[in-house]
Structure formats: structure tokens, C-alpha cells
């Protein structure tokens, strides 16, 4: 069992950036790959990030590659979400997500533990 829960969401301004943080408890959290998602008002759930459980496999949604940044500090139990140049359609809630398998966070939509979320508004 591993307990997920993200900080670091708030306002921003367009242009601005944001420093997400998931916080794990649980055993063996260095065995799990690590995702971030995001839902905005109205639209479906989708991918943005996923980090391998050494972080030597990251993998991005092309709308963010390039502007967010996944990282892990396995001797913390956290992973992080770095967010630069944002913009007013990065406005969601943002999860965090823990899945022994990388393939089904990177590319099968989904994980096995979630976090409750915390949401990100960028005003233009």
C-alpha cells in the first residue's frame, strides 16, 4: 500500500512557474514509478509525466515536454513535478500517481495509487 499526497498547487501567473511535490508513505517507495496527471473543469483525466523508480526513464506528454519536469528523491519518498513557462490551459487539478509498472503510468493512462490531487490556476 503506498499513500500519495501532492503541494505545491496555487495561482500563478501566465509565464510564471510552479514546483509540484508528491509525498509518499508506504513501503518501498523506490520500488514504484512515479506519474503525474491533471484533470481540468470539464475535460478528461490525462497523462503529463511518468519517472522510471531509478528516474532513469522519463517520459512526457508532448503539450509539456520541453516546459515541466519530473524528478524523484528516493531517499525522501517524493517526487516532483517542476513547471516553467506555464500557461491558462495548465489550469487543472494535478495527481500523482504510484504503479510498479512504468509502461502502464508513461502509456496506459492510469496507476494503481493515486493522490487526492492539488490544483493549479494560471491567471492570463
Known amino acids: 500500500q503506498v499513500q500519495l499526497v501532492e503541494s505545491g498547487g496555487g495561482l500563478v501567473q501566465a509565464g510564471g512557474s510552479l514546483r509540484l511535490s508528491c509525498a509518499a508513505s508506504?513501503?518501498?517507495?523506490?520500488?514504484?514509478?512515479m506519474g503525474w496527471f491533471r484533470q481540468a473543469p470539464g475535460k478528461e483525466r490525462e497523462f503529463v509525466a511518468a519517472?522510471?523508480?531509478?528516474?532513469?526513464?522519463?517520459y512526457y506528454a508532448e503539450s509539456v515536454k520541453g516546459r515541466f519536469t519530473i524528478s524523484r528523491a528516493n531517499g525522501k519518498n517524493t517526487v516532483f513535478l517542476q513547471m516553467n513557462s506555464l500557461k491558462g490551459e495548465n489550469t487543472a487539478f494535478y495527481y500523482c500517481?504510484?504503479?510498479?509498472?512504468?509502461?502502464?503510468?508513461?502509456?496506459?493512462?492510469?496507476?494503481?495509487?493515486w493522490g487526492k490531487g492539488t490544483l493549479v490556476t494560471v491567471s492570463s
Open positions: 508506504g513501503r518501498t517507495f523506490s520500488s514504484y514509478a
Open positions: 500517481a504510484a504503479d510498479i509498472s512504468y509502461t502502464a503510468l508513461a502509456y496506459g493512462g492510469g496507476g494503481a495509487y
Open positions: 519517472i522510471s523508480w531509478s528516474g532513469g526513464n522519463t
